[in-house]
């Protein structure tokens, strides 16, 4: 995720690849020329550091590159699940702000939710500056909230995907072939995805606008509407994702 990031940041010029050092444990291809290297660069501190590990690794990273992390003046976390008091324990100092963004970010079209219990407004500022060419920023000062802006932008990505595919193998049991409904599922959802983001309409409205009475997009729609199916396979779904990030900060506290 912090690659799909670093890469938006560069090619829309929000960041210079001079300007950025990456440390990692082994070297890894990345875009433009930006450095890596094991440790944090001599020198003065950097204006911010950004967190973009697997959340099983703070302690490591903490252990190892605490004390110059430490002296940054914000923090930027992007560990699912890791609270705010748990990173400040670990890296006292910084100002924090956690973040949550999908992988469409990589595009400019991605989703970032933000939040923050105690940097000042002008670390918030600049983090949403930072963020914004990423694509739609959201803040939230409540930890309910957040978790519920993670589970959704976060993750919601991959239950598209799976809602891409799935549309396709029914192509397939239609008859299509199976390139043929790759391609169909694909730019459908492409088209009305982009429909909905530019209309006034809500998507619900625009659905019952496709669907004429009796017709062949009602039939469809009754089977999805039939007991809120899609919305009780939805809510199932994203409910499980946020319970496990629920798990993950209890375990990031130990």
């Known amino acids: 995720m912090a690659g799909a990031m670093l890469e938006r940041w560069l090619a829309s010029g929000t960041i210079a690849a001079d300007a950025v050092d990456v440390v ?3 070297d890894r291809t990345l875009p433009g020329n930006v450095r890596q290297a094991r440790t944090l660069p001599d020198g003065p501190p950097p204006d911010l550091v950004m967190l973009g ?17 430490s002296k940054a003046p914000l923090l930027v976390s992007l560990l699912a699940g890791v609270e705010e008091a748990t990173l400040a324990a670990r890296f006292p100092g910084p100002a924090i702000v956690r973040a949550t963004p999908n992988l469409p970010v990589a595009l400019g079209k991605g989703v970032v939710a933000l939040r923050a219990e105690a940097a000042p407004q002008s670390a918030k500022d600049a983090v ?24 959704l932008g976060g993750c919601g990505p991959a239950f598209l995907f799976r809602f891409i595919d799935a549309m396709a193998a029914a192509g397939e049991a239609l008859g299509m072939g ?20 530019a209309s ?18 009602r039939q469809g729609l009754n089977v999805l509407d039939r007991d809120d199916a899609l919305v009780k396979l939805l809510t199932e779904t994203l409910q499980a994702a946020e319970r496990r990030g629920r798990e993950m900060a209890a375990e990031a506290k130990r």
């Open 24 to 26: 990692n444990r082994h």
């Open 53 to 69: 590990m697997k959340p099983q690794q703070l302690d490591d990273v903490a252990a190892t590159h605490g004390p110059a992390i």
């Open 128 to 151: 949403t500056a930072l963020m914004t060419p990423l694509g739609l920023v959201e803040w939230t000062g409540d930890p309910a909230i957040f978790a519920a802006l993670a589970t």
């Open 178 to 197: 199976a390139d043929q409904a790759a391609r169909l599922a694909l730019a459908t959802v492409d088209g009305a995805a982009a429909m909905a983001a």
């Open 200 to 217: 006034d309409a809500s998507p619900a409205t625009l659905a019952d606008r496709v669907a004429s009475p009796g017709g062949t997009t």
